[in-house]
């Protein structure tokens, strides 16, 4: 069941990096640099393919804040 959430979340990956949500997202959520702290804020997640799909969506904005990538 495990695999099968993490290939779906694979598959669901593909598109995302094409229109290129990521820096649209970082673009959009820029002003959240000041505050490095509140991109933080829900990121302790259990479920593999949720994590799988926000951190690349996530990772411009926590590069921006200046937070550790290992550490986010």
């Known amino acids: 069941m495990v695999m099968l959430l993490v290939g779906a979340a694979m598959v669901a990956a593909g598109p995302i990096t094409v229109v290129q949500l990521p820096q649209q997202l970082a673009v959009l959520l820029g002003p959240l640099v000041d505050h490095p702290q509140v991109p933080m804020v829900g990121m ?29």
């Open 44 to 72: 302790v997640m259990d479920l593999s393919p949720t994590t799988l799909i926000l951190v690349p969506l996530s990772m411009p904005i926590v590069k921006m804040a200046g937070i550790d990538p290992v550490r986010f």
